[in-house]
DNA sequence: CATGAATGAGTGTTCATTCAT
DNA sequence: AATGAATGAACACTCATTCAT
């Protein structure tokens, strides 16, 4: 998919996590066009030119925010179900949990809704990221999903529908927090929300001859 | 004797609201700070000019957009909670339905998208739009869920997260279409997404004694 | 020197000298690039298109102002000079009594400021000025003066120059009126200025054996 | 040891100063609604970006040549005053003298021209411009009148009215220059037309028995 | 005659990008 | 490597001018 090395792939390992951290954030608060250069490096302590040495263009740049912000945690995850060994169910909620750790709570969480707010201009990249990211991750909640359905614990679900159904709940989260939310409209306690979410998910897709133990986030 | 409209009478009339259109697609495709004034007037048919005869300001054409996006759908829905007799989840599965025909699917089913991009850049609007849009809609929903609860359909819930769990999937399913799925990434068909988002939630809140009738969107 | 007579010509006589009352106040208050026609327009209650019914362009609006004028001026004064039987001295406070209330004193006062502020932008019409209005007045002035010395009134004088320091007081109070006198910065009444500008200016140019009778303006 | 200055350096430091130069000109020559940055830009041979490191608004660069034009020769004059020995004749020929060859003779001398023009657009700088500029030089005018009466050289005199009869055929001379004469109209010659207004002037306002010594600018 | 909706060239201003230091 | 002064293309906004009514 990338190339797999070169001069600039080398240079490019060195970038420094500050001036990608800063972009991020200035890309999540104001939107890509809206983000000056000049922002982003007094945010990181440096000078705009600076920038440069680093990222080709204003494009690179939000190119780079994007593959080294999910890079990091494409493995994460595929680990974890195989190394599962309890119910399907746990299986899910350390999944969600997981994703909101390691992601949704961190300076990640904002990468969804700037992915969503500029797939428009960037079409190469949002498909990047849909095949890297979205497929990856999609993969994991049907291998789980499938799990429980074989091991008789999940009732018969179609089970691609049922992937967007369950994560859009999560993924709302920490869209709203990087939009709404922060212009102090309503917030939620994400732990209680998800145990809100798990609780009634659970209960909607499980077996009719299982019973459920309800159970909240156990982070 | 009614007036005889000229043409260009009835074209004056006719503009704002097909600038506002015009504007809608534009925003919500390239986003607020990338949608060039021009492009907008092109999409119109008029000229950039012609803009500001019916708009102070792009900031001014923004806000138009937003609020007059949602004002004729204000109403609609409220009466739909006060008037329905049947089972508390076909109101529900009404009220989704509903809010998919009458937004989701319309050009109107940008604005969630327009909104959270650009929530950082507008924070008064964003207010003005959780006020007027986000609030009203959660009251629908609320009374909804407090109605099934009230007469033992549906289960004890935590109420007000409930809400948020039950729309995130409507939502997501009208975001994605103007930003990922935009650009050829996987698409999934309303219909049966929404058919398992209602069979896996009813399910969920239903109260353990209550007996779901599986029912698709009769739309 | 203009045209003697045309379609165009006789159109223009009929022109509404609301529109160039109108003209000449905003040019004269905010500058000729800073006039918007709009704003003429508005002033002379009439919409933004009747004034292309009279005038081409904002240009030709620009040169009937300053034409349109003088034109009613120009001949009066001439036979002041003529017809004057008294002392040079009351010649010369007559002329400078009667432009004041025929021009400076009038809507017309702020032409001179205006012709100032524009001859850059208007080299043509500024010559037009100042061959059919300066060139004229001087004239006015250089044969009073003219009389005053060979009748031994007054001393002999370098007349050229003599014309211009004894105007130069009267235009600047015309010019003060319409520029820093108008944003409130200090007044001063016409009346007493002009009575010690003659007092101190008779004063000096008399001849020696002359003497002097101190006179107020008789208005 | 000083610090060494680059060429760039250098430059940085003499940019404003060459940036006002050019404005002041286009101001002057154009005003200010006439005049377009790209224009100022180039006589000052940098790019319309330039400006705008400088300064924040073509309204701050006007303000700026306007205040800048002036401070440098706020505090000449006043020592002129106070040191003077002579008689009060000569230190008004001298005052003159003095603003005419620092100030009108110079590329400052289109700044009266300029702030008349411009009044109506910019009262605030006109207020400035009255109270920091007029109102000293007035001062001392008025000073040098009043110890020319006090010590019997002068006759009683409206001082304050007088003040502006005396100055208004020098500031007369510094406008036309950059108005109607900029435009090929007559032209004076500066040395003998303040030579006819000191001689006329210190003429009307001697006292009856002083002796008048009939003087040119000595420059 | 009169209107005012529509136009589009022009200008103030911003900002990604470059490069001399 | 790092800086920040300088650039100029791009865009929001204005307004003189036109023309259908």
């Given amino acids: 998919m990338l190339p797999i090395e070169s001069p600039r792939q080398r240079r490019k390992e060195a970038r420094p996590a500050e001036l990608l951290a800063a972009a991020l954030e200035m890309f999540v ?18 000078s705009k030119g600076t920038l440069y040495l680093y990222f080709d263009s204003k494009d690179a740049l939000f190119k780079a925010v994007i593959q080294e912000g999910i890079v990091p945690v494409l493995q994460q995850g595929a680990g974890m179900v195989e190394r599962h060994t309890g119910s399907s169910a746990d299986l899910l909620r350390d999944l969600i949990a997981a994703w909101w750790q390691l992601i949704g ?4 969480g904002g990468v969804p809704k700037l992915m969503i707010s500029e797939a428009g201009n960037f079409p190469e990249i949002a498909t990047y990221y849909y095949e890297n990211v ?3 991750g999609r993969d994991l909640m049907r291998r789980t999903l499938q ?7 999940f009732r018969a679900l179609n089970i691609e529908q049922a992937i967007d159904v369950i994560f859009a709940p999560v993924l709302m989260m920490a869209i709203w927090r990087h939009s ?7 917030q939620h306690d994400p732990e209680s929300y998800f145990a809100t979410h798990l609780d009634m998910m659970l209960c909607g897709i499980a077996h009719p001859s299982a019973t459920v133990q309800p159970d909240g986030m156990h982070s």
């Fill in 105 to 108: 709570n961190t300076h990640l």
């Fill in 134 to 136: 979205i497929l990856r």
């Fill in 29 to 46: 608060e104001k939107g890509f066009a809206a983000t000056r250069l000049d922002d982003v490096a007094k945010r990181a302590g440096v």
């Fill in 147 to 153: 799990r429980g359905i074989d091991q008789g614990e």
């Fill in 180 to 186: 709404l939310g922060a212009c102090g409209c309503g």
